[in-house]
């Protein structure tokens, strides 16, 4: 699968964080291995050391496996002025995690995110590709609950 991906590329340095985007994309559950940096780093011929800098450089990135659904909350001013903080305990009390953990059923892992471009609608949060805005309890209570239902 890791090579598949590669092989879209040309193996070129510069293809470097599109291959590792891909990656971590389709994984279903949303990291880098320890395999995938090896089969990069054979096929753009650097060294794995020179990956796990990137990966640790950019916080999009994870080396441990991850769940289905990723939440990203803003944690930026407009976010936080509008009352993220509050988004987060919800969250938190929701599915019984601390911020960058994974639900035991794997299938959220919260995180949190610096600005992500919608601040009109603060506060904000993305579950993989998609964003919700104005977001209050009962707003991130049916969002969550459609996705748990929607995955039984
Ligand atoms: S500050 Fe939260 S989306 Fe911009």
Do not use: W
């Not at 990956?51 to 659904?69: A, E, Q």
């Not at 305990?89 to 994974?102: C, F, I, N, P």
Request: net charge negative; aromatic share 8%; hydrophobic share 30%.
């Amino acid at each position: 699968m890791y090579t598949e991906i590669c092989n879209k590329y040309t193996p070129e340095k510069h293809n470097l964080i599109q291959i590792l985007h891909e990656i971590q994309d389709t994984h279903p559950q949303h990291y880098i291995s320890a395999e995938a940096v090896k089969t990069v780093a054979d096929y753009l011929g650097i060294a794995e050391n020179h990956i796990y800098g990137v990966l640790t450089f950019y916080t999009m990135y994870s080396t441990t496996p991850r769940g289905k659904n990723i939440i990203r909350l803003c944690e930026s001013p407009p976010c936080y002025i509008k009352g993220s903080q509050n988004i987060l305990r919800k969250l938190k009390s929701m599915l019984d995690v601390q911020t960058g953990e994974t639900t035991q059923d794997g299938l959220f892992t919260l995180e949190l995110s610096a600005c992500l471009g919608v601040c009109g609608n603060a506060p904000v949060m993305m579950i993989n590709d998609d964003m919700y805005g104005d977001l209050t309890d009962e707003r991130v209570e049916e969002i969550i609950e459609k996705i748990r239902r929607g995955n039984q």
